[in-house]
């Protein structure tokens, strides 16, 4: 445990988050993974749930830690879903950017044109729906009250 590499921006923003109890960003420190409002709300209750480790591939986790990291994904994106009433959650985990597991929780809307698109089809205009602090804190405080929390 507690792996991290001194050169990536995930380790850093898990590092943060662990050591700030009140980061405006966080919803909840899961076992492995630390559940976080997204910094833009293109679609309004994105979040991403980051592995507390530096380690790249799913495929490399210990069985056990696959499995308790699904669960953790399956609950945080069940508070969103609780949260927002999206028409579809979609779940996006690739890695190539920062090789540090990480996953985009994105809930879908009906009133989207393009819901049957992949969610970055809109990359371009996510720079423009950045939240500041206290949005993200807002958010974090709604999901954070529909959290199940008894599975993990
Ligand atoms: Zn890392």
Known sequence: MNQSN?????CARVALLLQEDGHPFLIHKFQHSVFVVGDHQFFRGYCMLLFKEHIRELHELEPIVHSALFTELMIAGRAIADTFQPWKMNYSCYGNVVPHIHWHLFPRYDSDPDRQQVPWHHAD????????????????????SNLILSQS
């Open 6 to 10: 001194t050169h990536c921006l995930m």
């Open 125 to 144: 205009k996510f720079e423009k729906h950045m939240i500041d602090e206290a949005a993200a804190q807002h958010l974090a405080t709604q999901i954070r």
